[in-house]
T-cell receptor, first 121, second 114 residues
Framework: GAGVSQSPSNKVTEKGKDVELRCDPI?????LYWYRQRLGQGLEFLIY????????KSGLPSDRFSAERTGESVSTLTIQRTQQEDSAVYLC???????????????????FGPGTRLTVL | ELKVEQNPLFLSMQEGKNYTIYCNYS?????LYWYRQDPGKSLESLFV?????AVKQEGRLMASLDTKARLSTLHITAAVHDLSATYFC??????????????FGQGTILTVHP
C-alpha cells in the first residue's frame, strides 16, 4: 500500500518568506510526527499529533513554527519568516500505536516519508 | 532530558569483518528502535526492541537490548558493501502525552569497503 508522502520534495526560499510543508500519512494511522534533520545530524522531534488529543508541540524551536492536522489525515508544517538556520530536511512519520499485552500503549513503529529538503537563501 | 548516544559515529569496515555499534540512553525506556538511512533517502525501520533481553536478527544484522544497562547493540556479521549506510538508534520517552516521540542518536555512518 501507499506509504507516507510529503510535498514538495525540495523547496528553496528566500530568508523572511513563509513556507508550508505537507504530509500525507499512511491511511488509518492515528499518530503523525514531524522531525527535522540538519545536515549530517540525527533527527530532532518537532511536533506530534495523536487522534483528537492535544498535540505535543514541545519540540518546536520557536513561535515561527506551527503545524496543523485535520482529523487523522493530512498535516501541514508552516515556518514563518524563514531563517537560514531553518535549512534542513523535514521528515514526517506516521504510526498506529498498538496496545500489546504486558506493554504500555506506546509501541509505535513509525514509518517515515521521503522528506522535504528546505533551503533558505 | 532523554539523551541518546551512539558510538562509533564513523565506522569503516572491510567486507567480511564483524563489528558492533553501541547505543546508550540516559533514562528509563524499554522501547528502542534501529533505523537505516541511505544517502538522500528517508529512514527505513530495521528493528523494534520492546523488552529487556530482546534480540532480533535480520540477515547480517542483529540487535539486542539491555534495559538495565540502558544499552542496545547492533552487530554486523560478515559485512558486505550493501550495508553501507547511516544507522540510527532511537528511544521512546515513556509515559505521559509525549510517549510517542522518538529521541534519536547522532547516527553511525558505516562504510564497507573491499
Amino acid at each position: 500500500g501507499a506509504g507516507v508522502s510529503q510535498s514538495p520534495s525540495n523547496k528553496v526560499t528566500e530568508k523572511g518568506k513563509d513556507v508550508e510543508l505537507r504530509c500525507d500519512p499512511i491511511s488509518g494511522h492515528t499518530a503523525l510526527y514531524w522531525y527535522r534533520q540538519r545536515l549530517g545530524q540525527g533527527l530532532e522531534f518537532l511536533i506530534y499529533f495523536q487522534g483528537n488529543s492535544a498535540p505535543d508541540k514541545s519540540g518546536l524551536p520557536s513561535d515561527r513554527f506551527s503545524a496543523e492536522r485535520t482529523g487523522e489525515s493530512v498535516s501541514t508544517l508552516t515556518i514563518q519568516r524563514t531563517q537560514q538556520e531553518d535549512s534542513a530536511v523535514y521528515l514526517c512519520a506516521s504510526s498506529l500505536p498498538r496496545r500489546l499485552a504486558g506493554y504500555a500503549p506506546s509501541y509505535n513503529e513509525q514509518f517515515f516519508g521521503p522528506g522535504t529538503r528546505l533551503t533558505v537563501l | 532530558e532523554l539523551k541518546v548516544e551512539q558510538n562509533p559515529l564513523f565506522l569503516s569496515m572491510q567486507e567480511g569483518k564483524n563489528y558492533t555499534i553501541y547505543c546508550n540512553y540516559s533514562t528509563t525506556s524499554d522501547r528502542l528502535y534501529w533505523y537505516r538511512q541511505d544517502p538522500g533517502k528517508s529512514l527505513e525501520s530495521l528493528f523494534v526492541l520492546l523488552s529487556n533481553g530482546a534480540v532480533k536478527q535480520e540477515g547480517r544484522l542483529m540487535a539486542s537490548l539491555d534495559t538495565k544497562a540502558r544499552l542496545s547493540t547492533l552487530h554486523i556479521t560478515a559485512a558486505v558493501h550493501d550495508l553501507s549506510a547511516t544507522y540510527f538508534c532511537a528511544v521512546t520517552n515513556a509515559g505521559g502525552t509525549s510517549y510517542g516521540k522518538l529521541t534519536f542518536g547522532q547516527g553511525t555512518i558505516l562504510t564497507v569497503h573491499p
